[in-house]
């Protein structure tokens, strides 16, 4: 899979003009090599590929990369790439992508290859990973379930006096014991007045009885991920609870309803964001619907009024809308969904009604 990754990309880079493509995204590299470490090059050229990496990493790339010849270089890894004939004077309009190169990075580059034509080229892997295939929806899926099982055995433990770190510290352990890799991300847990903040990662603060906590959080299963929200409500919900919650909960519907392939995913944030909106909370709610999820927990296509991406079979996409009233609280419901030409499939299954615990 590896091999036929590279070679699409290199025929795009072909069609593009360029000689070889600079790869300096580790997500990216591990999308075309299936390289797992966390150091590494790879260049894409017309005869080939190479990847480079360090000793630490010998014997994991020689068994995970394919598609790349595997270099281990002592030293520095950017003067190395002189000694490459494929980078020498001939073959020099390189592609790099800009958005995931500092500019010291350039610098050296030029330094390194001096003549050599650096060209921004970023758009050749800005949609690397957004279609997926079987094994990769596969894989998100049975994190999906992990994550469903996990929130369902940490229910018990939320309750007054418990703080933030202590659910999350459960939720990541129940994760793994189920088969996850790695937390997908920072998991957020955000009580009370916290859970008024979108990325309120998990504090120390403790749970209080009229809360709403929610929890963000993801599985990792063959380095792809999941990513979920669910808010729940400590104690009986009040008639404001509900308000917001089943406001939340409508648009989320709403917008996973207009999930199909050839939709703008403009259209899938208006859905929702309409009906925020129409109850007074248009406002509160400052972020875009969603975004792509994959091999790292921010693919593409964004899922927002900017977005101009048009949605893709087998594209896998979060829907998350939320309301935040500052100094009070906050809810977010999130599903990852599968986009279908018949319409979006669902992956998670945890219940969406509002548990009172």
């Not at 000694?83 to 050296?108: E, K, W």
């Not at 299963?221 to 990513?227: A, K, N, W």
């Not at 079979?313 to 500052?326: H, M, S």
């Amino acid at each position: 899979m590896s091999a036929q990754r590279i070679s699409q990309f290199r025929s795009a880079m072909v069609k593009d003009g360029l000689d070889a493509f600079f790869v300096n995204h580790i997500d990216h590299i591990r999308y075309l090599t299936g390289f797992t470490g966390s150091t590494a090059i790879l260049i894409v050229h017309r005869k080939g590929a190479d990847f480079l990496t360090d000793f630490r990493y010998k014997s994991q790339a020689i068994k995970q990369v394919s598609g790349a010849k595997v270099h281990i270089i002592t030293g520095d890894a950017i003067l190395n790439l002189k000694n490459f004939p494929h980078l020498n004077p001939r073959y020099g309009r390189l592609g790099i992508s800009q958005d995931h190169m500092t500019l010291a990075l350039q610098d050296r580059l030029r330094q390194s290859l001096n003549q050599a034509i650096l060209l921004p080229s970023g758009s050749l892997s800005a949609e690397l990973g957004w279609v997926k295939d079987k094994g990769e929806i596969d894989n998100i899926s049975k994190a999906a379930v992990i994550a469903d099982a996990a929130f369902s055995a940490i229910l018990p433990i939320i309750q007054p006096g418990v703080r933030e770190m202590e659910v999350r510290a459960e939720l990541e352990y129940q994760m793994m014991m189920r088969g996850s890799e790695k937390p997908a991300f920072e998991t957020i847990v955000a009580s009370g007045f916290r859970s008024a903040m979108p990325h309120g990662v998990a504090s120390q603060k403790k749970i209080a009885k009229g809360d709403f906590v929610t929890l963000d959080f993801g599985a990792t299963v063959g380095g792809y991920v999941c990513d979920i929200t669910r808010t729940v409500v400590i104690g009986k919900a009040t008639p404001k609870h509900k308000k917001i919650y089943y406001t939340v909960l409508k648009a989320q519907l709403a917008s996973i309803k207009k999930v199909k392939a050839g939709i703008p995913a403009k259209d899938v944030d208006t859905a929702g964001r309409d009906i925020i909106t129409k109850a007074g909370y248009g406002e509160k709610f400052g972020h875009g619907t969603g975004h792509g999820i994959g091999f790292y927990i921010h693919v593409g296509p964004n899922v927002s009024q900017a977005s101009k991406a048009i949605l893709k079979p087998n594209n896998v996409i979060t829907i998350e809308p939320g309301i935040y009233l500052e100094g009070w609280g906050g809810v977010r419901i999130e599903d990852d969904v599968v986009v279908t030409p018949s319409g979006g499939r669902v992956l998670n299954k945890a219940p969406k009604n509002l548990l009172e615990l």
